[in-house]
């Protein structure tokens, strides 16, 4: 708090200020039209304290208020932060239970303490964040099943090397990525991608172990193909996909072999609009709120 010492000096706490100089260096702090301006209160330009309640610096604090207020409708969009909040209590939920039911998947300290800021009551939540967090559970909770199947199925050394490898390099991307925005949609389709891949990875290699009898060229050549477009380089993508699931249903007809097995799985939220949580923001000379991220 500060209170007035005289008509020449401010008494801010226990720091003793000149009026004038004070004036001109709470101006600038808020109204530096030769540069961006960060939104932040006015200071002390001694102990750095943050400046909140001043009758004399009221228009200017009110004009603070307003830009925060503004930067809070931007980051919360047409939600209401009571809608946000409700969301974060329940994902805090499935946070809770997709933890406690992970068998293959450790997650380091690092890992849990992006989740434990859903503890923060006061924290705010952007519709963009809760979806990445979102996205990020809906993962895990696919490659841990994914590691659990591999695991019982696979020789130990074809699930470390073609399952539990990239499998882990997943969960160490998804932490990796920016955790102020949600996953790009191409980013998104790219880890459904290599998961389908591991899906009929294992699938394949499961086969290959359990078949007894003598194959025929043509039955060889499909479980080649098979073989091939789950270990091939590059992306999995649709094509490889169909082609793949076009063999398994031709080696079902042939060899009475069990069918791949694959059902509709949750779909992953994909959200492209940036989230502007995080970051730091300005206010322009013309009095406009933006926000600087990192591309």
Known sequence: MIYYYSSKFLLFNIELVEVIALDRFVQDSVNNTSEKTAIRFPECPRCKQKIRRCTRYMPIINQVNNLIAQVKKKILGDQSEHDLNERRKQLTKEFEQIEGNLKEIILNGQMKKFFETLYDSDKIFSNDILILMKNILVFLNEIDKLLIDGKIKLPINIFEDLVSLPLNHIVKYLFAHQNYRNFA???????????????????????IISLKQHLKSNEQEGIDSMRYLTNKTGSFTDDDQRKFDNLVKKFEHL?????????????????????????????????????ITEV
Request: glycine share 6%.
């Open 255 to 291: 060899n009475n072999l069990p069918g791949l097995g694959i059902t509709e799985r949750e779909r992953v939220a994909i959200i492209s609009a940036l989230n502007m949580a995080q970051g730091h923001w300005y206010v322009c000379p013309k009095g406009h709120p933006y926000v």
């Open 185 to 207: 949609e191409q980013q998104i389709k790219d880890i459904q991608a290599e998961l389908e891949r591991i899906r009929r990875l294992i699938y394949i290699e499961t086969l």
